[in-house]
């Protein structure tokens, strides 16, 4: 089942058409990447999601009922322009948040606590937000975006502006949040997170959704049957007509031979391994399937108005 | 608005947000004694002037007026007559005790003038006094001239002071008396107070939605609450910063002016006796019952009912509008440059409120009153003269009419506004955002 849809949604600023008909489904307790470049609609659509702002046509389905006031307190919102009350104390600053999310003073409190001390901030409560460093700084506003325990999680560019060892911490804590039970969101450029964490995505360009669906599917779709070969013996390996052709070959520094190699259409695997075997000593085969970030750059290039015309 | 959950929390949040803030206490504080400073600098001068008697000499050429030169507790006036009026320069630099020498020529009843030399500048005192010395006896003199017996009598007992009793016909026939200086006081005031609260407090409101838009937190916010609710919450947590700061300046001043009241009579006795004096001569008294008959004559409860409802209105109305702006901008100086218009009107409000101390029924006064961006104003100083409850009414009805849909339009742009960056303010823009 679908935890928050978007259907059809249309949204116009000043003329400009920010969201064109764009349909997404998030299932419940997945993690779904948002993508596209910047100014696609990213933001838009996500403003739309959470109520921020009103669709003008299209309806966002939430949990199964159409997105009513009360479902924000379901929801936690990390824009990617971070922002804090600077002058406000740490705790102070998360509280406030945690109320205007719904939650009780003293259920606020402690969570607060919990949270500042898994992420060491325990000292810095009473200090203001502005004397913190920026790593710190982020991490209050990441407690502040989850500490209603919502259901549903959008981080907008999550990791940006933080170091790699704080990235994984922060990474640990949403896939943490995610084992618990809370569907989340990502909108990001980062296509490497988008592999290792994301099981589905939507691609946004130029207003419309381009690409979506599991992660694994769509890299499969993308399949160029670009396989590297790897064998022991230094013998070279030569293209064969209506079989493969060779793209790269090098020694591999193991010893042996590494090749990119492409099969040719309509032609199975197998008989490129059985080819293979009787002239080589394969150590291995694998496909190589497309990143994620390949995917990305040929689908929004693809995509230009030129190519729409 | 179904949910108002919130608002409280937001308006506390707004409150505290300005009242814990050190510069705002420090300036609680501070306003009323650099007021209580600007009352009492005047009156610790001249008492650090009345601690040392400056000497002055005088030489008296007529004879007859170095008398009239009595001492004071700033100067002792000394007669240097026989030294003559050649030499002065040189008597004035060998002697060191001298402030100024004074020469009265000899021909003062047909010339009226006389000659202070010193090495200062002369105190504008000094001048006064030997001035008022001099007028009264020459005034005398002059009067004696005349040879007729007991004129002095006669002149004081014809001079004549009419004094004016203004009584208003009311339309139930009745008969009251207005008293139009007093009035138009308790009016200006109100009115002032009116002007600087809504000024102020909405410039406040302005920093405090541009702050947030520039830092970014507005987008956090608004998708925990509604944006008309943070908006509202903002113009009421303000406001209520404002009601919360004149408080404690009225408190303040209160004791403040007890304490330094007090002060001021118990550390001289001779001044106390004064006083005593002073209130008990008939002219004070006169004054005293003018005073509570003319303020008895205003109607209180009707001027603060109306003060109340002005200024609130008058609040919302421009508080609104500073929201909106506030919203627009991604600057606080190109925020504080739209509202110059706004703040142009208001100006001219005031002005228009002073003029109409002259003249409360005139035209001018009678349309500002009813024209809402200056009614919270101009009416407040029209009141204490008995405007018609009709008038009152509907300027009240438009100027709530109006802060209503000012509030409706500074929410829409609002909305739009607090989300959107990098668009530089325009009129245009704000304008495309009410659609």
């Known amino acids: 089942m679908n935890f928050i849809e978007a259907k059809d949604v249309v949204k116009q600023y000043n003329g400009h058409l920010a969201l064109n008909k764009v349909s997404i489904d998030v299932p419940e307790q997945s993690v779904f990447g948002l993508l596209g470049p910047n100014g696609a609609g990213k933001t838009s659509l996500i403003r739309i999601l959470n109520m921020i702002t009103q669709a003008d046509s299209g309806e966002v389905l939430f949990n199964g009922h159409p997105i009513h006031e009360s479902d924000i307190a379901n929801i936690g919102y990390l824009p990617e322009e971070r922002g804090l009350y600077k002058k406000m104390k740490v705790l102070d600053h998360i509280i406030y948040i945690a109320r205007l999310k719904g939650m009780k003073k003293s259920d606020a409190v402690q969570t607060a606590y919990e949270w500042l001390k898994r992420f060491d901030l325990l000292n810095w409560q009473n200090k203001k937000i502005e004397t913190l460093s920026k790593g710190m700084a982020q991490k209050v506003q990441f407690i502040a975006t989850v500490i209603h325990r919502p259901k549903l999680l959008i981080f907008d560019e999550p990791f940006s502006g933080f170091d790699p060892v704080n990235a994984e911490q922060l990474k640990k804590e949403i896939l943490r949040l995610h084992d618990l039970g809370s569907t989340i969101i990502f909108s990001t450029h980062n296509m490497s997170s988008v592999e290792e964490i994301c099981e589905q995505i939507a691609l946004i360009n130029r207003s419309k959704v381009v690409l979506s669906g599991k992660v694994a599917d769509i890299r499969r779709n993308f399949s160029r049957k670009l396989y590297s070969v790897n064998v022991t013996d230094t013998m070279q390996i030569d293209p064969v007509e209506g079989l493969f052709s060779i793209e790269h070959a090098e020694p591999s520094p193991m010893g042996g031979i590494m090749a990119s190699i492409k099969i040719a259409s309509g032609v199975p695997a197998h008989d490129v391994i059985a080819y293979l075997n009787e002239h080589h000593d394969i150590s291995s085969f694998n496909e190589q399937f497309p990143s994620m970030n390949e995917i990305f750059i040929e689908t929004v290039s693809n995509n230009q108005p030129d190519n729409i015309l | ?435």
Request: with cysteine.
């Open chain 2, 1 to 435: 608005m179904k949910n108002l959950s919130r608002l409280p929390l937001i308006i506390r949040h707004e409150f505290m947000a300005i009242a814990a803030k050190k510069s705002f206490i420090v300036m609680t504080i501070l306003i009323p004694l650099i007021c209580l400073a600007c009352i009492g600098l005047p009156w610790l001068l001249t008492k650090i002037n009345t601690g040392d008697q400056e000497n002055v000499a005088f030489v008296d050429k007529s004879g007859r007026y170095g008398k009239a030169l009595v001492d004071t507790e700033e100067f002792h006036f000394e007669d240097i007559t026989p030294i003559g009026d050649t030499g002065l320069k040189d008597f004035f630099a060998n002697t060191d005790h001298l402030y100024a020498i004074a020469v009265i020529p000899a021909d003062i009843d047909s010339s009226l003038s006389i000659t202070i030399y010193s090495d200062n500048a002369i105190r504008h005192s000094l001048q006064k006094h030997i001035e008022n010395c001099l007028n009264d006896s020459l005034t005398q003199a002059r009067i004696q001239s005349y040879g007729i017996p007991e004129l002095d009598k006669i002149l004081s007992e014809s001079k004549a002071e009419v004094e004016l009793n203004c009584i208003k016909w009311t339309d139930e026939g009745d008969e009251e008396e207005s008293n139009a200086d007093i009035a138009g006081i308790v009016g200006m005031i109100l009115s002032m107070l009116t002007y600087m609260f809504v000024l102020m407090y909405g410039a406040m409101i302005m920093s405090s939605v541009t702050e947030e838009k520039t830092n970014r937190i507005v987008e956090v916010i608004v998708s925990c609450c509604k944006p008309i609710e943070l908006m509202f919450g903002k113009i009421i947590g303000v406001g209520l910063v404002g009601l919360f700061q004149m408080a404690i300046w009225f408190i303040l001043i209160i004791i403040a002016s007890t304490i330094f009241g007090i002060g001021m009579i118990s550390s001289q006795p001779d001044m106390m006796q004064q006083t005593a004096q002073i209130a008990s001569t008939q002219e004070t008294q006169e004054i005293i019952t003018e005073l509570t008959k003319g303020l008895s004559s205003i109607n209180f409860t009707e001027i603060f009912i109306c003060f109340a409802l002005y200024f609130i209105g008058g609040y919302l109305l421009y508080g609104s509008l500073f929201a909106a702006f506030g919203s627009a901008a991604d600057q606080p100086s190109d925020a504080s440059q739209a509202t110059t218009p706004m703040i142009m009107i208001m100006v001219f409000a005031l002005w228009v409120g002073i003029a109409c101390m002259e003249n409360p029924d005139g035209n001018l006064a009678w349309w500002c009153s009813i024209i809402p961006f200056t009614s919270p104003i101009v009416m407040m100083v029209r009141l204490p003269y008995d405007v018609p409850v009709w008038e009152i009414v509907i300027s009240v009805v438009i100027l709530f009419a109006t802060a209503v849909a000012t509030t409706a339009m500074s929410a829409k742009i609002y909305r739009t506004g607090i989300l959107l960056y990098g668009k530089k303010f325009s009129w245009k823009t704000m304008l495309k955002w009410l659609k």
